[in-house]
Nanobody, 126 residues
Framework: QLQLVESGGGLVQPGGSLRLSCVVS????????IAWFRQAPGKEREGVAC????????AYGDSVQGRFTISMDNAKNTLYLQMNSLKPEDTAVYYC???????????????????WGQGTQVTVSS
């Protein structure tokens, strides 16, 4: 069973950068994909980016394409999200998540993701 713990959130000015980390305890390559989601107040949870744990293929939501980069250090069991050119609309709680082992899920839909971290707050404001 996985445990996911996010860190790295905070307050940043528009145009700034942050790097989020997610330590994934219990990780192995039977977990085919790991993803970042976010949820702003009053809005549905939104898929930000996902990465295939074997091969490293990635996918991004339209609103972050070209600004955010997802990566995974399998040796450290750590998932990252590099966020550049941040905008006020990026303000949200950011979660890392994984589906059950040996399970293929639609990459950026929260459906099918079973394991979730506690979230880390990102606030973009001047």
């Amino acid at each position: 069973q996985l445990q996911l713990v996010e860190s790295g959130g905070g307050l940043v000015q528009p145009g700034g950068s942050l790097r989020l980390s997610c330590v994934v305890s219990g990780f192995n390559l039977n977990y085919y994909v790991i993803a970042w989601f976010r949820q702003a107040p009053g809005k549905e949870r939104e898929g930000v980016a996902c990465i295939m744990t074997s091969g490293g293929n990635t996918a991004y939501g339209d609103s972050v394409q070209g600004r955010f980069t997802i990566s995974m250090d399998n040796a450290k069991n750590t998932l990252y999200l590099q966020m550049n050119s941040l905008k006020p609309e990026d303000t949200a709680v950011y979660y890392c998540a994984a589906p059950p082992p040996l399970t293929v899920v639609p990459g950026l839909s929260p459906r099918g993701y079973e394991y979730w971290g506690q979230g880390t707050q990102v606030t973009v404001s001047s």
